[in-house]
């Protein structure tokens, strides 16, 4: 991919009305933030399994560089399994568009307590629409975080010391 400058890039956001927080208004927050002049279209669908579509009817009528699919996964055992069905979706779209769609799923088990979950879904909407501009931007600038234990949604992980040599 071509380098762009961040601040032309176009970003789609499909969001859906089933999660409990507004993630487009972070996505669209940071993006405005960091990469000023980016343009953003949203759309937004009732649930996770309406995003692949939402994000493929978005990219027709607007052409953006990247997309972004935000949505909620609920608690109960049927939306885990609703969550990979519409996790798959995605994955299809992608292919079909030839383009990246970053997921962002948060699932409602996920947080200790509202707070927490609240949190999880503004660190991890937050950080994907930065991804999601230096997909469509510079991708290569990601390959400075290679094998660093980033994370979306919680304290990074960090990177794994080398394990020590056993002797013979």
């Given at each position: 991919?071509k ?26 927050d ?5 990469f000023p002049g ?13 995003l692949?579509?939402?994000?493929v ?5 607007e ?11 609920g ?14 979706g995605?994955q299809?779209?992608?292919l ?5 769609i ?26 994907h ?34 394990a020590?040599?056993?002797s013979?």
């Amino acid at each position: 991919m071509k380098r762009r400058n961040a601040a032309s890039v176009k970003i789609g956001i499909v969001d859906t009305m089933f999660a409990r927080v507004d993630m487009a208004s972070f996505a669209i927050d940071e993006i405005q933030k960091k990469f000023p002049g980016a343009k953003i279209v949203r759309s937004t669908v009732p649930g996770v399994k309406d995003l692949a579509i939402g994000c493929v009817l978005l990219d027709e009528k607007e052409k953006p560089d990247a997309l972004l699919a935000l949505g909620m996964v609920g608690g109960a055992k049927i939306d885990a399994q609703c969550g990979h069905e519409a996790s798959i979706g995605i994955q299809i779209a992608k292919l079909r568009l030839k383009k990246h769609i970053v997921e962002v799923f948060v699932h409602e088990r996920e947080g200790a307590d509202e707070a927490d979950l609240y949190s999880i879904f503004e660190d991890r909407t937050r950080k994907h629409a930065v991804n999601a501009v230096l997909l469509a931007s510079n991708p290569s600038e990601l390959s400075k975080f290679a094998g660093r234990g980033k994370r979306q949604g919680r304290a990074d992980a960090g990177q794994m010391a080398p394990a020590p040599k056993k002797s013979r």
